[in-house]
């Protein structure tokens, strides 16, 4: 059984660029949930994502976004990327929104020059 | 959710077991205790959780004090494989609002020497 994957693995954007990555959660799993990884600030909590619904969202501003589609694929996008949004993007998918349970993808990690 | 505190890090000897303790003593009587693991450049892991009576899975067993104040994930025989970030979570379920937000503290690094 395939984990979750992410696309693209590894990306390296300018200030003032956007950026969209994309995730596939397992197969059968409705709920997709996004975490920004930094040395700083750890594991933070982005948006989560279930029936193409956002039922959750994390204190970021309004220039991070994502929405999820009916195969319950997901994407997140960055708008004018800034240094600081330099870290490792995770996402995890579990079968339902009320789980604590939750299986991550390796990441996908971006570097803003 | 109620915050947690775990040592930074901690040193284990390869096929010994290693106890990883964390203290929730602001837990309320609806969240669970959920360990997770990363290791070095993946994904946190999800190991084990429980409500009060202790649990035990092929990875890991959870010991729970009584007063939930506090808890233990036992590694039983650490292997090199082992060493990574371990996160102890305290979160409620069964509450609509909570949906699948996990709040990481900085976990305890686990360095599992041969």
């Known amino acids: 059984k395939a984990g979750v994957t992410q696309t693209p693995r590894y990306l390296i954007k300018t200030r003032g660029q956007q950026v969209t990555l994309s995730c596939s959660p397992i197969s059968g799993h409705r709920s997709v949930s996004w975490y920004q990884q930094t040395p700083g600030q750890g594991l933070q909590f982005l948006f989560e994502y279930f029936s193409e619904t956002q039922r959750n969202k994390g204190n970021f501003p309004g220039r991070f976004s994502g929405r999820q589609f009916s195969n319950s694929r997901s994407e997140m996008n960055v708008s004018t990327l800034e240094l600081g949004d330099s870290a490792l993007y995770l996402c995890a998918s579990s079968w339902t929104p009320n789980t604590g349970e939750l299986f991550f993808g390796e990441g996908s990690r971006l570097t803003v020059l | ?114």
């Not at chain 2, 360990?35 to 899975?57: D, F």
């Not at chain 2, 709040?103 to 360095?111: A, D, E, I, N, S």
Request: a positive charge; charged letters at 20%.
């Open chain 2, 1 to 114: 959710d109620a915050k947690t505190t775990q040592p930074p890090s901690m040193d284990c000897a390869e096929g010994r077991a290693a106890n990883l303790p964390c203290n929730h003593s602001t837990i309320s009587g609806n969240e669970y205790v959920y360990w997770y693991r990363q290791i070095h450049s993946q994904g946190p892991q999800y190991i084990i959780h429980g409500l009060k009576n202790n649990e035990t899975n092929e990875m890991a067993s959870l010991i729970i004090t009584e007063d939930r104040k506090s808890s233990t994930l036992i590694l039983p025989h650490a292997t090199l494989r082992d060493t990574a970030v371990y996160y102890c979570i305290v979160r409620a379920i069964l509450i609509k609002a909570a949906g699948n937000k996990l709040t990481f503290g900085g976990g305890t690094r686990v360095l599992v020497k041969p």
